[in-house]
């Protein structure tokens, strides 16, 4: 497993978290390079279904980010978002989906340094959990037995 | 070829399955843990159960899978390609204990699959599949093959149909070559029949399928089908666990460049069946999806394909959460 | 149980409802849904321990609305999905009247909506114990055994959508299902889609579940899924401090907010 | 290897023409050369046409069969499978099944006057068959087209409808909704049944080939009636949702009848005993 490469995504707002990662990258501070950014009008647009949908194309680990509660550009997304990530989280919990993939967290646009450190402790906790053998296997799993009948 | 009548111990059963399975799949129903009866790939014997009234699926999936491959592709806009099936890579199945209803569906299936252009793929799994029955010595409310021309101990279907004699032992009438080479392949375990009475179980007519065929010709505008229909919530169980039901949908399903076509089971209960585009639905609501489940198994089939549509297995009726009786609404029907 | 009988050919006669919703007995012994139009033939109705399916389903549905305004046999959870259908707009008021059934059997009357309010608020809104003590059980799981058990689950599923429709909240004319553009779940039946499909279905209940357990009841092939929604149901009241169906305006607990809603994991 | 009748041609798309502002016709030729030498078709049979990764749409095949080397598909921007096609390039490969359905009876109508009612969308499905006729136009008498959509920018085939117009030996009416007209419209303003009936029209000797929405059928059969058109002298071409387009998936089933087998085309005396499930 040493040389696993997490594959992980980050849904971010245009707001806050983007234009936060601009600043790591302008500030030139290093970072992994294992996370693919995603830019959403706002952490409110972000579907439940899109993450499901990341993890059975292959991601080990999301990041989910978007501007501190009371920051939001369009006022209240964050808020909305921040209860359905509770039920999200919870429904996960449930279902035996690790929640450890997952980071959650609010980076604002001056948060340059908050970026990197988000995305470094989430791929390095994705190096460590390994690849999601769990959930791929389950993705994989039908295509042969239902196809072929074999 | 003419049938042979044998007789196989109940000990001999074992074996006989045992040597199927070591050449081939045998698809044969155990109990799940919540009680259902549902059929498995090559189970282990002891698993295996004779004493089932019905399993919740139909066996249908042999010849008609819930999701069937139709080809590959890759989508590169220009050069996109196509990969077809190997049909040939198909296994040959032996289906275990599956009971007289279930066993005369094929030809239903057939009628519907194979009526005009021949669909390969159904043909082929049907070509490869052997079918051991067993005659049913229990049944249920629920059932009611005798009201739709068939009996607990129908042949149809079977290449091999096994029926429990008093003592538990079982004689197997074997119907085609197919049964016969299974016969011949373990022709120790099968002795001549004995004159032991065999256990059938009763299943009483409740309705004459001829006539609910020709009063469904002038019922279509009958208030009969929305007073019957209110409680249907349209979902798909009905045809989903039907062992004659074969509508379908045909979807693509890609990742990345590459994809597959395949089809899957449909049915007409649900208001997406029929949706054109423009936002038009010609079965709009659900007394109208009802009543073309009942025209299509009893009117439009024989009229069409010379098969009535149903086996009266009554799969439809137990798995409903509403209790759609179908063989309660037939005999309404035919006193319309 | 005749005082059902009676009131509801009271309805009838009067006009003051086109037709009355409870249960009956089919043939095969089954409880199941009856629809009485015609006064004289109430005497078909019942009601015992075995009428658990959740008769509100039916007040969104085109052919029974058709008739007019509807009387509905109503226990708790029926109660619940008439304050949740009202207080999402697509029920009226006006157009219904309730037949309460107590916990205990008994036929009550409500005059208006607010004595039923008064009614769902003295009674237990928790999950059934039976669910309750089911989900206890699933939280004790590790992770993976709870990966393992809802694979296993959902793998059974057949998407006969029997789920969706048993549910009086599932009302949508057009469900995110069958919508293809984006196709958010799988058309065929495969455990990873089986699996989309299920959370989709809870995430869209999520505060608006009322814990009936007809999508559990409904399924074919027995899946758990009621344990879903009533698990988020569960947390709902947890975070939030409420309970969906509770009155006819009730805010919609996943459209809202407050701005201290507590939560511990993002960073 | 046995065949597939899932597996679809593959077809090049040769051209494209902007219809209106959400339709589009292409001109489709086959890949592979033996495919092209063994296909053949008639007018108003249909086929399914994809995009791989998005699906297959049904839409009757718009030339004519008296044009060989291609066929030629006209579709609106809908749902899923044609916002895909409207996205696709010159050059493109799609696939295409077909030819499914049964076809306009064109031998049975020689020595008639044809008269082609349609509306919308709904020319596309007819253009084959008035292109064949059109074709051997020495077979038919007169052949009249009466076309209506809702505004000028809504008429498909443009250019074609010029040369119609230009043309000597076919009389042809277009019209649109009121308010749908631009300042230069020379055609009729109204709806397609009024237009019909303020023709001057005959049923005399006359097949009449109909097609449109279904609020356009409901008021042009009455006008059809009165003129004096027997009802299996009215044709119609239906449209249901269908999958396979061979009478196996059900979807377009009505009555004992499967629309991709039965029909798509049907007289109005057929479409009568039909229970109205299209």
Known sequence: ?150 | ?336 | ?267 | MCENIYKPYLMVIDQIVEETADVKTFRLKFKNQEDADKFSFKAGQFGEYSIFGEGESTFCIASAPTRKEYIECTFRKAGRVTNALANAEVGDTVGFRGPYGNTFPIEQWEGKNLLYIAGGIALPPMRCVIWNTIDLREKYKDITIVYGARSVADLVYKHELKEWEERADIKLITTVDPGGQTPDWKGEIGFVPTVLEKAGLSSANTIAILCGPPVMIKFTMPILKNLGFEDKDIFTTLENRMKCGFGKCGRCNVGKLFVCKDGPVFTYEEMKVLPAEY
Not at chain 2, 21 to 28: E, F, L, Q, T
Not at chain 2, 170 to 180: D, L, V
Not at chain 3, 115 to 141: F, Y
Not at chain 3, 143 to 158: A, H, P, V, Y
Request: glycine share 6%; hydrophobic share 35%.
């Open chain 3, 1 to 267: 149980m005749s005082n059902i009988a009676a009131k509801a050919k009271e309805l009838l006669e009067s006009n003051a409802v086109q037709v009355v919703i409870g249960y009956e007995v089919g043939p095969t012994g089954v409880v199941r849904p009856a629809f009485v139009t015609d006064s004289a033939k109430t005497d078909s109705f019942i009601y015992n321990e075995n009428c658990l399916q959740n008769l509100a389903m039916y007040l969104t549905k085109h052919e029974v609305k058709h008739f007019g305004k509807m009387g509905i046999v109503a226990t708790l959870p029926v109660m619940r999905s008439i304050m949740m259908l009202i207080s999402e707009q697509q029920v009226v008021s006006e157009n219904i009247v309730v037949l309460g059934i107590s916990d205990d059997g008994k036929l009550l009357d409500f005059a208006d909506l607010s004595v039923m309010h008064a009614h769902i608020e003295k009674s237990n809104l928790g999950n059934p114990t039976k669910d309750q003590e089911r989900l206890a059980e699933l939280n004790k799981l590790s992770i993976e055994e709870k990966f393992n058990f809802w694979e296993q689950e959902l793998s059974k599923c057949i998407k006969c959508y029997a789920c969706r429709q048993s549910c009086p909240m599932c009302y949508c004319i057009r469900c995110s299902t069958d919508c293809n553009q984006p196709q958010w779940i799988p058309v065929q039946s495969n455990t990873q889609g089986n699996l989309d499909w299920h959370v989709l279905r809870a995430m869209h209940l999520a505060g608006r579940c009322i814990s009936c357990g007809e999508c559990g009841r409904a399924c074919p092939v027995n899946i758990p899924c009621h344990l879903l929604t009533m698990q988020l149901a569960d947390q709902t009241y947890n975070y939030f401090k409420v309970h969906a169906g509770t009155s006819q305006d009730m805010k919609s607990v996943m459209s809202t907010f407050e701005p201290n809603d507590k939560e511990s994991f993002i960073i």
């Open chain 2, 1 to 336: 070829m003419e049938t042979i009548k044998k007789l196989i111990r109940k000990q001999s059963l074992e074996k006989l399955f045992t040597t199927l399975s070591a050449s081939r799949k045998v698809y044969a129903p155990v109990f799940a843990a919540d009680k259902r009866v549902e059929y498995k790939y090559n189970p282990a014997f002891a698993e295996v159960t004779f004493e089932h009234i019905q399993s919740t699926l139909s066996v249908k999936n042999v010849v008609f899978p819930k999701v069937e491959n139709l080809m590959y592709y890759t989508n590169n806009k220009v050069d996109s390609t196509i990969t077809d099936i190997d049909l040939t890579k198909i296994p040959e199945v032996v289906l275990w204990g599956s009971h007289p209803c279930d066993n005369s569906a094929y030809d239903v299936l057939k009628s519907i699959f194979c009526w005009d252009i021949k669909d390969e793929f159904f043909a082929k799994r049907l070509e490869k599949l052997v079918v051991i029955g067993l005659a049913c010595h229990q049944s249920d409310a629920y059932c009611f093959c005798t009201s739709v021309g068939l009996t607990p101990n129908s042949t149809k279907g079977s290449d091999i149909l096994l029926s429990k004699t008093k003592s538990g032992d079982y004689i197997a009438e074997i119907f085609t070559e197919k049964g016969n080479a299974i016969v011949a392949a373990s022709s120790d375990l099968f002795e001549q029949p004995n004159n032991e009475e065999i256990v059938i179980a009763e299943v009483k007519q409740t309705f004459n399928h001829e006539q609910v065929t020709e009063k469904l010709k002038t019922a279509f505008e009958h208030p009969f089908w929305v007073a019957n229909s209110l409680r249907c919530i349209g979902c798909g169980a009905c045809a989903y666990v039907c062992p004659t039901c074969a509508c379908f949908d045909i979807q693509d399903e890609t990742k990345g460049k590459e994809g597959r076509r395949y089809r899957s089971w449909d049915s007409c209960g649900f208001s997406l069946f029929t949706l054109h585009t423009s936002g038009h639905n010609p079965r709009e609501v659900q007394s109208q999806r009802w009543r073309q489940r009942i025209m299509h198994k009893f009117s439009y089939m024989p009229d069409r394909n010379e098969s009535l549509g149903c086996v009266g297995c009554g799969r439809c009726s137990r798995g409903c959460p509403v209790d759609m009786n179908i063989s309660e609404q037939l005999q309404a029907l035919q006193n319309i």
């Open chain 1, 1 to 150: 497993m040493s040389d696993f490469e997490p594959k992980v995504v980050a849904f971010v707002c245009n707001w806050c978290t983007y234009a936060g990662a601009d600043l790591t990258g302008t500030s030139r501070i290093k970072y992994a390079t294992n996370v693919k950014i995603i830019r959403f009008p706002c952490t409110g647009r972000i579907d439940f279904m899109l993450l499901q949908k990341t993890f059975s194309n292959g991601a080990d680990g999301i990041i989910i980010s978007g501007c501190h509660p009371n920051d939001c550009h369009y006022t209240s997304g964050n808020f909305h978002a921040k209860r359905r990530w509770i039920m999200y989280k919870e429904l996960m919990d449930f279902m035996g989906i690790d929640m450890n993939r997952i980071t959650f967290s609010w980076v604002s646009a001056a948060e340059g340094a908050r970026w990197a450190e988000v995305v470094n402790t989430t791929v390095s906790r994705v190096r460590e959990l390994g690849p999601y053998v769990a959930y791929k296997k389950m993705v994989n799993t039908h295509i042969e037995e239902e196809v072929t009948n074999e």
